[in-house]
């Protein structure tokens, strides 16, 4: 048999790279969710906005490695020249989470939280408060649209 570079991929190509396939797809599958994860990930880095900074995680006690639950993060900050995001997780006893918020400086402005199943919106008070009850674990990211039409800002994912 004689090896051509060049040459269009014939049925004895494509036997040798299903096989690999199948051989890959047993020794070491795609993880669960790394599909969804991946596409929302490039989903966000897409976004015409400016990504902040993760300043400070607070978190709760707990193991980092060994066999015990890992460490849950509490209180994240994220921050920008133009804007910092603290924002308070609360575990419910449904498994879901609730995302407290806060802007500084304070304004009313709109707050997306954005998953793979979907983004929620809301708006913050004159205080720069906001909230997000019964939210799905996973990767999540929160969007801060300026009142001045400017860009938006977006934190990191992290998970929740």
């Keep these: 048999m004689n090896y051509a570079p060049d040459a269009p991929i014939d049925d004895q190509d494509a036997a040798v790279l299903d096989s690999l396939a199948r051989a890959l797809g047993t020794l070491d599958p795609v993880p669960d969710g790394l599909i969804e994860r991946s ?12 990504v902040m900074s993760m300043q400070e995680v607070d978190t709760l006690a707990g193991a980092i490695r060994g066999d015990t639950a ?20 609360s575990a419910a006893d449904s498994g ?16 997306e ?7 929620r919106s809301t708006t913050s008070d004159q205080d720069g408060r906001f909230s997000f009850d019964l939210v799905e ?4 990211s929160l969007l801060v649209r300026p009142a001045d039409g400017g860009a938006p800002v977006v934190t990191p994912v992290v998970e929740l």
């Design 96 to 111: 879901l989470v609730r995302i407290d918020g806060w802007l500084v400086p304070a304004a009313e402005l709109v707050v």
């Design 113 to 119: 939280l954005r998953q793979p199943d979907g983004d």
């Design 137 to 140: 674990r996973g990767p999540a």
């Design 39 to 50: 596409l929302f990930a490039m989903t966000l880095a897409a976004l015409e906005g400016e």
């Design 70 to 89: 890992p460490v849950e993060a509490r209180t994240i900050t994220f921050t920008h020249e133009t804007l910092t995001v603290m924002v308070a997780l």
